[in-house]
């Protein structure tokens, strides 16, 4: 079986700092792999890299087989855009933009007609329970509805591997939980990867498979029952 997303030895410094200091994993189509470990470890400069978003100086990132160095930063964007979804910790929603249009941006980023963009969002919305938000403004939600609108964006495009960075960490337990629980139940439904960061054991617990780093490189890896 070949893996969906696969980094060799990948190496990221940001000026003294060496984020990351050889790191390889793979990500099997379908599977929900955590990524834990103390603050400052690596895991959001991995996940950026895994995600094509941050370049390695060292190694290399596979989706699907195709070395991600060897694109250009369009023909990565587009890749992100059609086959990624990705949740950060904020839900990072544009300020401007309804809920509805924020969940179908990517499909509209990806020129799809806005009619059929606007049904998908809504569809996800439904799905997330969050419909009743459909025309709210990303300032009028609390942090766990901006974070389930965060997860409807993500998955919106029908992507293959979904990217969380934290997607709870901001949140009281109770919404973390149910977000997570939406996240989880979500991407199962849709036969998506998902790649996870927390810090939360607990988090990590509900995962198939978790890989921890430390100081940039991996110093652990189980299969969670
Ligand atoms: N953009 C950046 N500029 C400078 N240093 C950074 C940057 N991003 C991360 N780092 C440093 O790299 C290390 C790993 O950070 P990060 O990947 O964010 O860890 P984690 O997500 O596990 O908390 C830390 O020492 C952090 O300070
Ligand atoms: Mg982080």
Redesign the pocket.
């Known amino acids: 079986m070949s893996a969906l997303v696969q980094a060799h030895a990948i190496r990221k410094s940001?000026?003294h700092?060496e984020?990351l200091r050889g790191v390889s994993l793979e990500v099997a189509p379908g599977e929900a792999l955590a990524i834990t470990?103390?603050?400052?470890?690596?895991?959001?400069?991995?996940l950026l890299c895994l995600a094509g978003i941050l370049r390695p100086e060292a190694g290399e990132v596979y989706y699907d087989g195709t070395p991600l160095g060897g694109l250009g930063d369009t023909e990565r964007t587009r890749l992100r855009r059609r086959e990624m979804g990705v949740v950060l910790q904020f839900g990072q929603l544009v300020p401007e933009l309804t809920v509805v249009q924020n969940v179908a941006l990517p499909l509209l980023l990806d020129k799809h007609e806005r009619p059929s963009a606007h049904r998908a969002a809504l569809a996800w919305l439904e799905r997330l329970g969050g419909l009743e938000l459909a025309d709210a403004s990303p300032a009028e939600l609390s942090g766990g509805q901006a974070q389930r609108v965060a997860v409807a964006r993500a998955l919106v495009a029908g992507p293959r591997v979904i990217f969380a960075d934290e997607p709870t960490g901001a949140l009281d337990t109770v919404a973390g939980e149910q977000v997570l629980g939406q996240l989880l139940e979500a991407v199962r439904g849709t036969g998506a990867a998902l790649v996870l960061?927390t810090h939360d054991n607990r988090v990590a617990a509900r995962a198939d498979r978790e890989v921890a780093?430390l100081d940039?490189v991996i110093a652990g890896t189980g299969v969670l029952s």
């Open positions: 940001f000026r700092t984020a470990g103390p603050s400052g470890s690596g895991k959001s400069t991995l960061v780093v940039g």
